[in-house]
Structure formats: structure tokens, C-alpha cells
């Protein structure tokens, strides 16, 4: 059959128009053309330059949504405008949810209308409340650089995380208008000032002119971030004990505290390149995280005194180191106990890896488990459940464990409840019985504040029943919560922010937990005027006690657990011509099964702190860094004069006299990058 001509002449018009087309060199066109011929040479050219054509169709298709948006935009703009006026109704409907009672948890309910309503981002004289975000009412020119204008109304994050700069706008949570697209750099700067200055929280000076830079494109993703804990982290501030004149006051009695959860939280921060919230920082928790030097206790508490010229100051500044060590109880020889662990399962322990860090925990905990143990679980959401009643069967308990899923509201009064009713139906007066709260301390549902959670827990400590808490995750994370009601239980306060602290805590250390060798153990110091001119105890600000209540067995104070050990570090000023002793330590604490009270003292010598700091021995030198550390990173104003470089450099050198010091080099390398970073000053 002959060749079609006609169809022939189509397919050379065709190609000759794709050629036009697609603008191809003639004569790149004309060189291709013999070897692939007229039929091949355009979908050849198409498959090396055909991209065009999807960036003219791409263009277009965003110029169509560029059309789209901006109609949605302009629609936005008339519904804000006419629905101004019933925004009083919007956010009292909002107030009554669940999550305006998260967001507003520790702030009074009877708040303005939502048009006059000023929150701001300044604490109170004791708490750090979520710092509150910002936006002005002022929307730019539309001169200025085409800025959008603010919405009247903006959410920063799924917790409603939300700003104040200038006139302060409502507030709402999710569901509510997009975020600005576009601000100005002073808008930015005083977002980041609020969300960070304000509430405690420190960043680097790049990391500030990041999250600066993309607030003004519009990227907020920084402020939505878990990782930065900017809404619901709550922390008390305590105030700095200061200088004492001993011709005033000459007797320091406190409660003592093994507590150990500052330090982790604070080392979670700085392993995170941010530094620790100011009022997060308690000295003697940072103090007593560490391992000391006392040699056993013979007696169910033993004291120890050490003392140096301070290298912190110039003015004949002494440190002395006040000591308390209990009595080791071997594992194998503790009480039985009977253990209900009260486990936080709420949504909130989904961030990061909550649950997955409680769950190894109570994993080590049953492994240190032995014959004669019970273990109880309570879970708690939006109400809490029994999972396993008591029992001596660990496998079952693993069982349990390894199933927990976050889900639903905080309700800790309900889970506390409950957790005490199962102790309580299972206490024995020859076994150790005790709570154990595992929780970020968010409470949302029921009774929210620390002092509704307290009001039957002294009792129940007082029955013999203990409750200590354990907590983990940060970002919205109730420190105070979790500490009063530790210290309401007569238990200890740990945090967890690794698996290795995990193990450590419900693991290694729960012996110490569960075998209580004095209650309510206080200890007093009554310097001689002669030889002592004033004196600082250093931390222990949520622990004082009036000088007579040191013999009162009716105060509650700290409860020391098996092999722990707890520290005190004062600063005295001595008098010219010191030389005499410079007064009388005291210990007094009751025997836990029989409740009698048992006291000693011993007397503070000259010669016990009348030498140079080098040559005291090094766990003194460590623990006085440590204590240094501390003292800057809550920004005590007695050490804003010293030199956080020093303060390292003497912790090195400490650190190079230690046997075996893992983690007090962990200690040092933290501080090193925390120095890098430019996020450890006294500035």
C-alpha cells in the first residue's frame, strides 16, 4: 500500500510547529533531526527542556490560588470586623473548657471581656505563670512595606500559648484566626522578649535572631515547637537567703531535703543549649544530686563539717559545709513494701518521650523488686482506673505497664485518691507503704491547685503511708505540684529526663525511697557571736524553720531514706581575731517505727575552715562549684560579681581529684557547651 502523503504532510506540520514551539535552536534542531529523525526530535527536546512548560502551567496555577486566598482574605477581614461585637460571648464560652482552664490554671476566673482584658507576661512574686504572647492592635500601613495586618485574634501553638505587645488583643484557643503572615522586627523582638525573658526561660543570641527573623516571614513553627517549653512549665521562686547578723539572729534551723529534681530538670535545659528558669534553680538540690565523702553512719544519722577560705570573694569569705549521711541498709535486708504506683496517662504525657521514660523506670523498679513486694497501678486522664489491684505477680505487672497509652485530661486529684484508697486497703504496719506519683504535674479536670491535692495527704503520711513524686517532661510541667505534694507525703522528688535517670531513680536509688530511716529530721546551727559576725545559708529558702520549732516534733520536716546524704552549704564572715570555736550543729530527726525523737550535736572549730581552698579536700571543692553554679544560674545577687569561667575552671579542677567522677564531668562538659553557647553569665 502507498504511503499516506497526506497523513505524512500532518506529522511534518506537526513537528515543524513543535520545533516553533518549544523555540529550539535551528541549529541544535537540524543536527538532531538525521540521527533521530523528524518523528523522535520533539519528544526528545520535550524530555531535556519540557520543564517549562510546567513552570508556565505551575504559575499559573498559584496566581489562580494567589486569587483564591485573597478573596478568603478579604472575606476574613469583613467577619472579624462584624463580629467584633460578640467577641465577649466567644471567649466567655472559650473560658469554660477545658482548655481555657489549662491555659488560665493559676490565674484568678473572673477575668474582663474579652475587649478589655490585659494579661500580661509579668509574674507574680512567687510563681512563673505561662508567659503570655503578643501581638499589637495597630495593623501596619498598607505603605509600610505591604504588612499585613494583625488579626485580632492569634493562636501560637496547640497549648493557645498566646502574646501581649502594646494593646493587648483577645485570646482564644485552637480553632481560632491564622497567624499573621508577615510582622515587623520590633514585633518579633518583643514576642521572643516575653515568651523567653519574661517567664525565665534563656536562649542564645542567634537562637533569639532566628526565631526573630522567621517571625517576621510569618514562620511561627519555632513558638509551636515542644522543644522550646515556652507556656505551662510552672516554677516557684523561693527569694535568696541573705547575710544574717549573728548579734541579731544566731541560731539557722531548716528541714533537711534529699530532693534532687532541680538539678535534672536544670540539666535537661543545658543539654539543650537553654538556660535553666531562674526560679527552677534550688541550690541545695543541685548540691545533693551528687555523691559525698562521709564515712558510713553509725547512728540513723551521723553530721560532718568542712570548711575553707571561699574563692568567690575577696573579703575573708569562708565556706563551711554542713553534712548529714544515713545509715546504709543493704537491699536484701529492707522491709517489704507495699508499692501503688499512681501513673500519669493523660494526653500531655504523649509529648516527646513521656510515658515511654516512665515506663522504663517502673520496668527497673519491678526488677528491684523482691519476694514479699506488692505493686498496685492506678492510671489517671480525665478519670482514673484501677489496672492492677496489689499483687506480688511482677509479670503481671510488667504486663500491665507495657500497655499504657496517653489519652484524655489531667485528673490527679482522682488518681491520687485512688492510688492512697489501694494502699491504704493494702497496708501492713511491718512493711514500708508508699505512693508513687509518676507525672508531668499537669492538672487540668478537678481540683488543679497544689493546695486542693495537700489537704489528706499529711494525713496519710502520718498513717504511715508516704507519697513521692517523680516527674518527667518539660513544656508544660508543674514543678510546684509535684514538690509540695513530695514534701506533703514525706517522700523525695526526683526527675527523670533519661532512661540511664530512670533506672537510677526507680532502680539504684529505691532502696534509699523505700526504706525511711528518720522522719522529719531538722537541723540547726547557733553561731558564737564572738568569733561569727554574720552568716548565709545558701538554698533551703522553701525549708526554714523557726528556731523553736527544731524541738518541736509536731512540724513536718524532711524524711532521710537509707544510704542518703544531705548537704548544706553556708557563707560566713568571721570576725578579726577568730579563733575559738565558732558555734554548735545540731541533728535531730524520729525513729520512724517508734517515733521517739533522738538529737546530737557537735561543735564547729576554727580549725575546721581555717584553710585555703586548695587544700580542702576535693569533694568540698566540688560541691562549693556546684554550689556556685547554682548561685548564678538563679541569679543570686551575691554571686553576680563572680566569673562563671572561674567558677568552671575551680569545678575542673575538683573534678580532676575525684575518684571515678562520671557524672560530675558530665557536669563540666554541660557547662562547657552551656559557655559556648553564650547561655551561662551572670549578666
Given at each position: ?17 513543535q ?44 496566581a489562580?490560588?494567589?486569587?483564591v ?8 477581614v469583613?467577619?472579624v ?25 493559676g ?18 512574686a ?93 514562620d ?42 532541680s ?43 568542712e ?50 521514660l516512665?515506663q522504663?523506670?517502673?520496668f ?18 480525665t ?74 495527704i ?14 518527667v ?46 522522719r ?10 564572738a ?45 578579726d581575731?577568730a ?41 568540698f ?63
Amino acid at each position: 500500500m502507498a504511503p499516506d502523503r497526506s497523513l505524512e504532510s500532518e506529522m511534518s506540520r506537526w513537528f515543524s510547529d513543535q520545533r516553533n514551539d518549544l523555540k529550539a535552536p535551528p541549529d541544535l534542531w537540524e543536527e538532531l533531526e538525521p540521527r533521530l529523525g523528524p518523528q523522535d526530535v520533539a519528544p526528545a527536546w520535550q524530555r531535556l527542556f519540557g520543564f517549562r512548560w510546567a513552570v508556565r502551567r505551575l504559575t499559573m496555577r498559584i496566581a489562580a490560588t494567589a486569587a483564591v486566598l485573597g478573596l478568603f482574605a478579604v472575606v476574613a477581614v469583613i467577619y472579624v470586623a462584624l463580629s467584633e461585637t460578640t467577641s465577649d460571648d466567644r471567649f466567655a464560652s472559650q473560658s469554660e473548657s477545658t482548655i481555657g482552664q489549662e491555659q488560665w490554671r493559676g490565674i484568678e476566673t473572673d477575668q474582663p471581656s474579652a475587649q478589655t482584658a490585659r494579661p500580661t507576661a509579668t509574674t507574680s512574686a512567687t510563681t512563673v505563670a505561662p508567659p503570655v504572647f503578643a501581638a499589637t492592635a495597630t495593623a501596619a500601613p498598607a505603605s509600610a512595606g505591604g504588612l499585613l495586618p494583625i488579626p485580632p485574634v492569634a493562636v501560637l501553638d496547640s497549648r493557645t500559648t498566646v502574646a501581649a505587645i502594646g494593646d493587648v488583643l483577645p485570646i482564644i484557643g485552637p480553632g481560632g484566626s491564622q497567624l499573621p503572615s508577615q510582622i515587623t522586627r520590633e514585633q518579633a523582638q518583643e514576642i521572643v522578649t516575653l515568651a523567653v525573658s519574661s517567664s525565665g526561660y534563656g536562649i542564645t543570641p542567634d537562637q533569639q535572631e532566628e526565631i526573630v527573623v522567621r517571625l517576621m516571614n510569618g514562620d511561627w513553627s519555632d513558638l509551636q515547637d515542644a522543644e522550646i517549653p515556652l507556656d505551662l512549665t510552672f516554677f516557684q521562686n523561693y527569694g535568696v537567703n541573705p547575710f544574717v547578723d549573728v548579734s541579731a539572729e544566731p541560731i539557722s534551723t531548716f528541714s533537711m531535703d534529699v530532693d534532687t529534681a532541680s538539678y535534672t530538670v536544670g540539666r535537661g535545659y543545658l543539654d539543650s543549649g537553654r538556660i535553666p528558669p531562674p526560679a527552677s534553680v534550688r541550690v541545695e538540690e543541685y548540691i545533693n544530686y551528687f555523691d559525698q565523702d562521709y564515712p558510713p553512719a553509725i547512728d540513723a544519722l551521723d553530721g560532718h563539717i568542712e570548711g575553707a577560705l571561699s574563692p568567690y570573694s575577696d573579703d575573708g569569705t569562708y565556706l563551711l559545709r554542713v553534712g548529714v549521711s544515713a545509715i546504709d541498709v543493704d537491699p536484701f535486708e529492707r522491709r517489704s513494701a507495699n508499692i501503688v504506683l499512681v501513673i500519669d496517662t493523660s494526653g500531655s504525657m504523649s509529648q516527646g518521650n513521656r510515658i515511654s521514660l516512665v515506663q522504663q523506670g517502673i520496668f527497673t523498679l519491678l526488677d528491684s523488686l523482691r519476694e514479699g513486694d506488692t505493686v498496685g497501678v492506678v492510671t489517671y486522664s480525665t478519670q482514673a482506673m484501677t489496672q492492677l489491684r496489689p499483687t506480688g505477680d511482677l509479670n503481671e505487672a510488667r504486663s500491665v505497664v507495657s500497655r499504657l497509652h496517653p489519652d484524655g485530661s489531667t485528673n490527679a486529684q482522682a488518681g491520687l485518691r485512688l492510688g492512697f484508697t489501694l494502699a491504704e486497703e493494702n497496708f501492713a504496719d511491718d512493711k514500708s507503704n508508699h505512693v508513687i506519683l509518676l507525672s508531668d504535674g499537669v492538672a487540668n479536670v478537678g481540683t488543679t491547685e497544689p493546695g486542693g491535692l495537700l489537704d489528706d495527704i499529711s494525713e496519710f503520711a502520718r498513717d504511715g503511708i508516704f507519697l513521692s513524686t517523680v516527674g518527667v517532661g518539660l513544656g508544660n510541667f508543674n514543678d510546684v505540684l509535684l514538690e509540695q505534694l513530695a514534701n506533703r507525703g514525706d517522700g523525695s522528688y526526683a526527675y527523670i529526663d533519661t532512661a540511664a535517670e530512670a533506672r537510677k531513680v526507680l532502680g539504684t536509688d529505691i532502696t534509699g525511697l523505700l526504706e525511711i530511716v528518720a522522719r522529719d529530721a531538722k537541723v540547726q546551727l547557733e553561731f558564737d557571736e564572738a568569733a561569727v559576725e554574720s552568716y548565709r545559708l545558701v538554698g533551703y529558702e522553701n525549708r526554714s524553720l523557726e528556731t523553736e520549732q527544731f524541738r518541736d516534733d509536731s512540724i513536718d520536716a524532711g524524711e532521710i531514706g537509707a544510704g542518703h546524704t544531705v548537704t548544706a552549704m553556708y557563707e560566713l564572715k568571721l570576725k578579726d581575731g577568730a579563733a575559738d570555736d565558732l558555734g554548735v550543729v545540731r541533728l535531730r530527726w524520729l525513729d520512724p517505727e517508734t517515733g521517739a525523737a533522738f538529737e546530737k550535736e557537735r561543735d564547729i572549730s576554727f580549725s575546721e575552715v581555717d584553710r585555703p581552698f586548695e587544700s580542702a579536700s576535693p569533694r568540698f571543692r566540688f560541691t562549693s562549684s556546684v554550689m556556685a553554679v547554682a548561685e548564678i544560674l538563679r541569679r543570686s545577687p551575691f554571686f553576680v560579681e563572680v566569673d562563671p569561667l572561674h567558677v568552671v575552671s575551680t569545678l575542673a579542677a575538683a573534678v580532676a581529684d575525684l575518684e571515678s567522677p562520671s557524672e560530675e564531668r558530665e557536669l563540666l562538659s554541660l557547662l562547657n557547651t552551656a559557655i559556648e553557647l553564650g547561655v551561662l553569665s551572670n549578666d
